[in-house]
């Protein structure tokens, strides 16, 4: 069991540092961005307590090519990968929202809907949908970015509203979201997936707004297999997904979802290794290429640092 769950980098020009769930980011002269995709993983808010071998470079790498394969819809911070696990890009100010858009009615949205509830973030829903149901069109559900805790839905409006993101600039993101969305959807087809839902996140760089952060990975999206989506819907069946939801589902099965009392359930080298074999089947389907798995996996933090300031002395 190798996995890196801690960084403590001292980067040549660094000028702060944030550990956040999975990502440790390094900030370069004020200028720059080293974020480095751990192999921590996180549910109902919580990290758990053991890495998932691999986890964190599957995630970078999906990111860097769906940041590549959208830098024609709006800019994007990515400026390289020095390593597997690492992308180096513009510092941006972030926005304290998180752009949610949803294609189909299901996980949280769903749990909101089957107790009655039938508008989420000021968006009316209408009335007899079922599990798994495509919405009409998708459907933008923002929350905003919590530094501790869960995230909070909010509206458009109230959002606008309280200034924490003007209209101008919202107007933008959500255009981006929708285009984003789509273009996800597009791709996810080719290798015969459904991009159910996905989040994305914007800052401001030179009064220009940026995509930042992941993008279409399985921790921040949601995939279907396409192939007997229709069958098990009307049927009512659960659809066979591509996500960090399996997580999800085995601790609630051990009566863990971070309520209080709640006793987070052991997690077995066995477990951990199973959980990696399933992040490197979601890269290989949805990315549609073989994982290859980085070497120098025995000190992991030593490659990095290498790497990385390797790049940074090159960095102009």
């Not at 790498?61 to 696990?85: E, G, H, M, R, S």
């Not at 079922?130 to 459907?139: A, D, M, S």
């Not at 297999?225 to 229709?230: I, P, T, V």
């Amino acid at each position: 069991m190798n996995a890196l769950t801690k960084t403590e980098f001292n980067f040549k020009g660094q000028t702060a540092v944030y550990h956040g769930k999975v990502r440790d980011v390094y900030t370069i002269n004020d200028d720059l961005m080293v974020m480095v995709a751990t192999d921590r993983i996180s549910a109902f808010d919580v990290i758990l307590p053991k890495g998932i071998p691999f986890k964190g470079q599957v995630l970078n790498q999906i990111a860097a090519k769906f940041l590549d394969a959208t830098a024609d819809i709006c800019p994007n911070w990515k400026l390289a990968t020095p390593d597997p696990q690492v992308t180096v890009g513009l510092k941006c100010e972030g926005f304290r929202v998180e752009m949610i858009i949803r294609g189909i009615l299901t996980g949280s949205a769903w749990r909101d809907y089957k107790n009655g509830c039938r508008e989420i973030c000021g968006v009316k829903l209408p009335e007899g949908m079922k599990e798994n149901q495509r919405f009409p069109e998708p459907i933008i559900t923002p929350t905003t970015k919590a530094d501790e805790g869960h995230d909070l839905n909010i509206s458009k409006e109230e959002i606008i509203a309280q200034g924490i993101v003007s209209a101008e600039d919202y107007a933008v993101m959500e255009d981006y979201t929708r285009k984003l969305f789509a273009r996800g959807q597009e791709i996810a087809a080719k290798q015969g997936l459904i991009l159910v839902d996905t989040k994305y996140e914007f800052g401001k760089r030179d009064g220009k707004v940026y995509l930042i952060d992941e993008i279409h990975t399985p921790d921040s999206s949601r995939y279907f297999y396409a192939d007997g989506y229709e069958e098990k819907f009307a049927k009512g069946e659960p659809q066979k997904q591509l996500s960090k939801e399996f997580v999800r589902q085995w601790l609630i099965e051990h009566n863990f979802m971070n309520e209080p009392g709640q006793v987070m359930p052991e997690i077995t080298d066995e477990y951990a290794e199973s959980v990696s074999d399933r992040y490197i089947e979601l890269y290989e389907h949805i990315v549609g290429e073989k994982f290859d798995r980085a070497k120098e996996t025995g000190d992991i933090a030593a490659r990095i640092e290498k790497n990385v300031s390797e790049y940074l002395a090159n960095v102009k």
